[in-house]
């Protein structure tokens, strides 16, 4: 997975569109999945809440059982994150391997992790490696 795949365009218009059509049962199911992910990938609360866009005590409390409201953006950013896991599931047949691709240097990101790119705090940035994996399995 180290070549460059033909990326598709990020559509955030499209994925505010999934993330409206959340209700916030889903919403909240999806946070809860997210959580046991980050811990899979290894993620710290700091990382977390920079690619959830919350204060960290936000989340730190959100994470205790505490959840607030999840908003349009932030249903938008658990949508892509669960689809940045399914991708990878289907990519690869052992779960680690994909776990461990999320922080692998990648040259279709210069170099970068998939995380690191994550981590660059916008919603946009979660869809650019969402999109990636997605031209990656062929979808």
């Known amino acids: 997975m180290e ?7 990020v ?4 994925t505010q569109a999934i993330a409206d059509g959340l209700t916030e049962a889903e919403a909240g199911a999806m946070f809860r999945a997210v959580l046991n992910l980050f811990r899979l990938w290894g ?5 977390a809440s920079q690619l959830l866009d919350l204060p960290v005590r936000t989340y730190r409390r959100w994470k205790a059982g505490e959840t607030g409201r999840i908003g349009r953006d932030g249903r ?5 994150l669960m689809g940045i ?10 779960p680690q391997r994909g776990y461990d691709w999320v922080k692998a ?3 279709a990101f210069a170099g970068k992790s998939a995380l690191e790119v994550m981590l660059g705090g916008e919603l946009t940035d979660l869809m650019r490696v969402r999109r990636y994996l997605d031209a990656e399995r062929g979808w």
Not at 43 to 47: A, F, H, L, N, P
């Open 3 to 9: 070549r460059a795949a033909q990326i598709l365009p």
């Open 11 to 14: 559509d955030v218009a499209e």
């Open 43 to 47: 993620v710290t609360d700091e990382q």
């Open 76 to 80: 938008a950013r658990l949508s892509n």
């Open 85 to 94: 896991h399914k991708a990878l599931r289907l990519i690869f047949r052992e």
């Open 105 to 107: 240097p990648n040259a």
